[in-house]
């Protein structure tokens, strides 16, 4: 027997999906069937007695046929409940041998297969893809040694500090027990009673407040890690890091106005967005990145390493860029993949190890532990999608729904009538060995010292963000504690803002329509171990805290591309064709999609006579579903578009979530109708476009090249509390 045999196709670019193929049932030219495979004569009626007489119970096929409807539902995650996923390989381009023997890390030329989904986190499987919300972001690497899993979100930090405040975070945030409600929202008593009695959260409250909660696309998201992990190397040697993906067409969000709407118009929106960016050969990519720190730099930052609500800054540790993901291949099975997908923390390969950092240990226990109860029973890692390319060996056996069907009869180690295999793997060998980190201590039930600096990376992140960027998040806090009806947690949370940002603290005071505090307060609680002296757990700030970090604000992310972004041109019959048309192919050279939008559904006529199919109407779709708008000229196609009160309010509404709008100087007779009609700049120069986001020329001028670049630069935020207009 060769142990060392090499794994069938390991590292082979399509070996998951090739796995996956036997799995696949593809129906074309079959009969249909019942599940043991007899051939189905009348699929349209039940077996009855007579003609109108009652149904037979020994009609085995109907039985069977609702006996397995009734059963197709399982349990929805605990939390993560709602997401989308996709298949894609990972390739490698910078190894970092010196730090890890991963050979998913140090090998290049291999791709490796992953499957990756993306969640909200707080709404039930049915909910909105746009609530406010932290983005789950779990990748599965199928490597040739083994599965690994990076189970990571869109943010950095986390709430709370270790897993045993895991359950009260979740119940707060859920809907309240006694009437579920709100479905998908922060934004009610519970959540922020719990969040103003646990300071530790702040970080990650600025997170979750800031424009990062509504990513414009899933694809338009970083994805972190979150914990400190440890890479090590071939020689055992051992470095912290924390691992980083970064969106190769930047960070951007919608504004929270627009999140609503579009949770109304199309609560699909990101999932459906993946899904066809996916089919249309757009796929997304992103890169690796790592931070890592060496063991001896463990206490140089002061902050702690395993305190899952402090990032490193990339000013002190860069990111280090490594490899490359692309998704290319949507799921064919929504159930079978994206639902019974199985991520945990735990699924590790040599050379990448966990931490001591208390909220991933808890994690280590609770992901094979939820998916018992989710998926039925322990043998779901033989479900294809869970199944690892590396072959696997153990003498685990039975239990429900066993898909292998294991020969001879040894199922125990050690052995010799199985001639002792399967064999234990050596280090040399690939088996995995876990850190032989030092652990000399009492057991202890408590907080770590060290934990207790909850404010300085609250302000670090709110001092890093752009004016746009703090007035969303102050909107965000009056939003959120507006909808909570007990003044004393609104106080509360008040009095913990001031130890981030005082005018914060001041704005959302005076928008409630509160006292602004002067004493901060320094009340902790749970985090406080119970026989522990309040005064040894005041809140600490950290020594030599930098101020600010430029990579925490979104305003200085990639912009210099319109790749994927949707452009609605509003259009009408009589529409100058040269100027739907010149402005159709520059934005979709440029790599954006265009729609029509019409008053109705039917095809219009150009002023030459062209007819133009059209699919969507100011019914069937909204401003709030496109990153821009042009208005094409043509007399009467203008005079409809200018009459039309919907479209009117299509632009008015693009203008107030801050996008681009261009139109065709003859159409400046529509933006004459809206409530921007002042903003309008006479004719637009180059300064202009960076300013206003406003665009009129004429076709043949460089209107397509102002409005291009007018979208890469995304949203033009600066516009929105001078400009304020009601849409
Ligand atoms: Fe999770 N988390 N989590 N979590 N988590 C789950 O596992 C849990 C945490 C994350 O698309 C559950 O299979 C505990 C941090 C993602 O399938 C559950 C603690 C981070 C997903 C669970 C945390 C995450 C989950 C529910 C604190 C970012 C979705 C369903 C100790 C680093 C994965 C499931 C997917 C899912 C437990 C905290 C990310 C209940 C106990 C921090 C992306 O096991």
């Not at 992953?114 to 990748?139: I, K, M, P």
């Not at 007035?471 to 947690?489: Q, S």
């Amino acid at each position: 027997m060769d142990k060392m045999k090499a794994p069938e196709n390991g590292g082979n670019k399509s070996k998951k999906i090739a796995d996956l193929e036997p799995e696949r049932k593809y129906d074309e030219g079959e009969f249909l069937t019942t599940n043991h495979g007899l051939r189905i004569n009348d699929n349209q009626n039940s077996l009855k007695s007579m003609e109108r007489g009652g149904t037979l119970i020994e009609d085995f096929i109907l039985r069977e046929k609702i006996h397995h409807f009734d059963h197709e539902r399982i349990p929805e995650r605990i939390v993560h409940a709602r997401g989308s996923a996709a298949h894609g390989v990972f390739e490698l381009f910078d190894p970092i041998s010196e730090f890890t023997k991963a050979k998913l890390f140090t090998e290049t030329g291999v791709q490796t297969p992953v499957f990756v989904r993306f969640s909200t986190v707080a709404g039930s499987r049915g909910s909105t893809d746009l609530a406010r919300d932290v983005r789950g972001f779990a990748v599965k690497f199928y490597t040739e040694e083994g599965n690994y899993d990076l189970v990571g979100n869109n943010m950095p930090v986390f709430f709370i500090q270790d897993a045993m405040k895991f359950p009260d975070l979740v119940h707060a945030v859920k809907p309240e027990p006694h009437h579920e409600m709100p479905q998908a929202a922060s934004a009610h008593d519970t959540f922020w009673d719990f969040i103003s009695l646990m300071p530790e959260s702040m970080h990650m409250i600025m997170w979750t407040m800031s424009d990062r909660a509504l990513p414009r696309s899933l694809r338009m998201m970083e994805g972190f890690g979150v914990h400190t992990f440890r890479l090590i190397n071939a020689e055992g040697a051992s470095h912290f890091v924390k691992f980083h993906w970064k969106p190769l067409l930047g960070v951007h969000s919608v504004a929270w106005d627009e999140a609503q709407k579009i949770s109304g118009k199309n609560s699909d929106f990101h999932r459906e967005d993946l899904w066809k960016a996916i089919e249309s050969g757009n796929f997304p990519e992103w890169e690796l990145g790592v931070q890592i720190v060496p063991e001896a730099d463990e206490f140089k930052y002061g902050f702690d390493l395993l305190d899952a609500t402090k990032l490193i800054p990339e000013e002190l540790v860069p990111v280090r860029r490594i490899g490359k993901m692309t998704l290319n291949r949507n799921p064919d099975n929504f159930f079978a993949e994206t639902e019974q997908v199985a991520f945990n923390p735990g699924h590790l390969v040599p050379g990448i190890d966990i931490s001591n950092d208390p909220l991933l240990q808890g994690r280590l226990f609770s992901y094979s532990d939820t998916q018992l109860s989710r998926l039925g029973t322990h043998n779901f890692q033989e479900l294809p999608i869970n199944r690892p390319v590396s072959p696997v060996h153990n003498n685990q056996r039975d239990g429900h729904m066993r898909h292998t069907i294991n020969t001879g009869r040894v199922s125990y180690e050690p052995n010799s009538l199985g001639g002792g295999c399967p064999y234990q793997a050596k280090a040399s060998e690939g088996g995995f060995t876990s850190f032989p980190e030092r652990v000399d201590g009492h057991k202890i039930r408590t907080r770590s010292k060290s934990f207790l600096d909850f404010f300085s990376q609250a302000k670090l992140f709110f001092n890093s963000q752009s004016d746009a960027e703090k007035n969303h998040l102050t909107d965000a806090l009056c939003f959120e504690l507006g909808k909570v009806e007990t003044i004393a947690i609104r106080e509360r949370m008040v009095k913990l803002l001031t130890h981030v940002d005082k005018g914060l603290a001041a704005a959302v005071a005076v928008y409630l329509g509160i006292s602004i505090p002067e004493d901060r307060d320094s009340s902790l609680n749970g985090s406080i171990p119970a026989d522990a002296d309040p005064a040894d757990y005041q809140p600490v700030e950290s020594e030599g805290a930098i101020e600010k970090s430029a990579a925490l604000s979104m305003e200085n992310t990639i912009k210099d591309t319109i790749k994927t972004r949707k452009v609605a041109m509003l259009v009408a019959d009589g529409v100058d064709e040269s100027s739907l048309l010149a402005m159709k192919t520059a934005l979709e050279a440029a790599g954006a999609a265009v729609e029509l939008v019409a008053p109705k559904l039917c095809a219009i006529k150009s002023a030459n006579d062209t007819e133009f199919p059209i699919m969507k109407s100011f019914l069937t779709t909204a401003s709030v579903l496109y990153d821009a708008v042009y208005v094409p000229g043509g007399t009467s196609s203008v005079a409809s578009i200018a009459s039309e009160p919907d479209a009117i309010h299509f632009l008015n509404e693009a203008f107030k979530h801050c996008k681009p709008i261009a139109a065709d100087s003859e159409a400046r007779q529509v933006l004459k109708e809206t409530y921007f009609a002042k903003k309008i700049p006479a004719e637009t120069s180059d300064a202009d476009v960076l300013k206003t986001g406003i665009i009129v020329g004429d076709t043949g001028g460089n209107i397509a090249d102002h409005f291009i670049k007018a979208i890469a630069l995304h949203r033009f935020w600066d516009r929105e509390k001078p400009d304020k207009v009601p849409a």
